[in-house]
């Protein structure tokens, strides 16, 4: 072997012996990431709560020490190490987050945990570090999660879609599409991820002033809206679509520390139907007013021999020169009860015999905070009624306006 051949080859050797060195590689490919200021991969399974940088410190020994105790590495076999594991999922669709971000972290930490594991400095460290992971509690964690952040959105506002999908449907509104464009459909069919992603992109969700969100600025005329008014300020759908964007918008923003900050989950689910139900004969002096019907289903075992929850419920403006109100209705029941399993998989109200107790929000009050809901104060009449519940817009149920309560 001659000069150059061994200078070579010594090359090479130092060359695979800083390639397989733990620091070397942790400094040359894992501290870039603790160090960019972009989102890492957890970012498409999380809306916030966890990011790879909160695994990681500066320093090689105390990572590897921590995550090691933490069960994230396997120093057995560091290839089925679990951080691994987390690194590999991916959500069913694309997101935001590039998919060469995953691969060059899971090459990254496929090198180094390989390395740093078959190294007895590091394999048998024994340095005492604290622990490791998300600066949050697990709810707050499991909370941001996108199946979570998902099943909110579907329970809050895709639930509520019915609502606008007359104008903001593609199976609906081609005459819409005519005139504004495509632009106007942001409800994706039967994809509530979508969906809601297309509300993010078209900036109609607010996350920085969540009361200002276009999506409740455009249905309540707050600003102009080519649909015409589709809420009131204090309505059941005002209500839903403002909770789930100001509890995303923390979620995003990283405003939960704690699981006393999150939201409670709502007492009742509910489920927008085409039920049609119509008051006549109803004072013109509620014009413009929210009324609000509660339906209730007949049943013996209870005390007054009806249903202790409602079964039903809408809410919309009175047409005050017509003396009319009509609105489509929204099914309901208590969260974790088999009737609410059943209406998940179809909304429907059974035929018989009904208690309906109307209310007049006659003083704005829920107009002025969307928190608050109807009271007996509201109440302005009760009757009952018999119907089959036939559903879409003219096979709607009709009833007269009894006399007011005094």
Excluded at 18 to 33: C, N
Excluded at 51 to 56: Q, S, V, W
Excluded at 70 to 90: M, N, Q
Excluded at 182 to 201: C, G, H, M, N, Y
């Amino acid at each position: 072997m001659n000069i150059s051949q061994a200078l070579s080859f010594v090359l090479i050797l130092t060359a695979s012996s800083f390639a397989d060195d733990p620091r070397t590689v942790f400094e040359r490919r894992i501290l870039p990431i603790l160090n960019s200021p972009k989102p890492s991969s957890c970012a498409e399974c999380h809306l916030s709560g966890v990011d790879l940088k909160d695994y990681l410190r500066p320093d090689p020994t105390e990572t590897f020490v921590a995550l090691r105790d933490a069960g994230l590495i396997d120093v057995k076999k560091p290839k089925e190490s679990k951080l691994l594991t987390f690194i590999r999922r991916k959500p069913e669709k694309t997101s935001l987050i590039p998919a060469s971000v995953r691969e060059e972290e899971l090459a990254a930490f496929s090198a180094w945990i390989e390395a740093a594991a078959a190294d007895p400095k590091f394999r048998d460290a024994k340095q005492k570090v604290t622990t490791t992971g998300p600066k949050v509690p697990v709810e707050v964690v499991r909370h941001g999660r996108s199946d979570q952040v998902l099943a909110s959105f579907v329970e809050h506002i895709w639930s509520e879609s019915l609502r606008c999908a007359a104008c903001h449907s593609p199976r609906l509104n081609k005459e819409q599409v005519k005139k504004h464009g495509e632009r106007i459909s942001w409800i994706v069919p039967e994809d509530p991820a979508a969906t809601l992603q297309k509300l993010l992109d078209q900036g109609l969700i607010d996350l920085e002033k969540p009361t200002q969100s276009p999506i409740l600025l455009k249905p309540t005329l707050q600003v102009e809206h080519g649909g015409g008014q589709k809420m009131l300020i204090g309505d059941r759908s005002y209500k839903q679509f403002l909770a789930f964007i100001e509890d995303y918008a923390a979620s995003a923003q990283g405003q939960y520390r704690a699981a006393r900050d999150l939201p409670a989950p709502l007492a009742e689910v509910g489920r927008a139907t085409d039920i049609w139900f119509k008051l006549t004969d109803v004072p013109e002096s509620f014009d413009k007013l929210l009324l609000q019907v509660d339906v209730y289903r007949t049943d013996a075992s209870q005390p007054g021999g009806w249903s202790r929850d409602r079964w039903a419920t809408g809410d919309r403006a009175v047409f005050g020169k017509g003396k009319l109100w009509q609105q489509h209705l929204t099914v309901t029941a208590p969260r974790n009860s088999q009737r609410a399993k059943d209406l998940a998989a179809k909304p429907m109200l059974p035929p018989g015999k009904y208690r309906v107790v109307v209310s007049v929000d006659r003083t704005g009050r829920l107009a002025k905070n969307p928190q608050e809901t109807v009271n007996e104060q509201d109440h302005v009449a009760t009757f009952e009624i018999e119907s089959q519940w036939p559903t879409g817009y003219g096979a709607m149920t009709a009833a007269k306006m009894p006399a007011l309560r005094q």
